[in-house]
């Protein structure tokens, strides 16, 4: 069975959370582990920071794919949008496609999957709605 997006940043956090584990286990023990112990469980921890963040891509991934709004759909609404606002002449419009692509934008910044996907959808509404 696929991993969905949720698995995903499920698992994300708890590789992020093994590592902090391991961080607090080195600092801990500092004293009694010797200096090639520290760097090869700092690596370690490492490691799984790295993991982690790439789950949270995964499942960034896998949350535009559940969400029914793939990436080209996404390029075309905003393309869309972009030539709308040279034609809008109701600043209230412009307002509104300027505020969902931006809340789309952070979305993605925060790899937040369920935030991706609601703010997509709102980018896609509001060039939809645009007058023609």
């Known amino acids: ?5 949720q698995e995903a ?8 959370d093994f590592a902090i584990a391991l961080g ?4 801990s023990n500092w004293q009694r582990l010797t200096p090639t112990q520290r760097r090869d469980i700092e690596d370690e921890e490492w490691s799984l920071i790295n993991s982690s963040s790439d789950m949270i891509t995964k499942a960034v991934g896998l ?17 869309k949008a972009k030539t709308a606002i040279k034609k809008l ?9 300027a505020a969902a692509a931006v809340g789309l934008g952070a979305a993605i910044v925060s ?16 060039a939809k709605t645009l007058p023609a």
């Open 111 to 126: 790899k937040d999957p369920g935030a991706i996907a609601k703010n997509a959808k709102l980018v896609l509404d509001a």
């Open 9 to 16: 940043f499920d698992l994300s956090k708890q590789f992020r």
């Open 63 to 79: 949350a535009l794919e559940e969400s029914e709004t793939s990436v080209d759909s996404i390029t075309k609404s905003i393309k």
């Open 89 to 97: 002449e109701k600043v209230s419009h412009i307002i509104t496609v």
């Open 24 to 27: 607090n286990y080195r600092f």
């Open 1 to 5: 069975m696929p991993l969905t997006a």
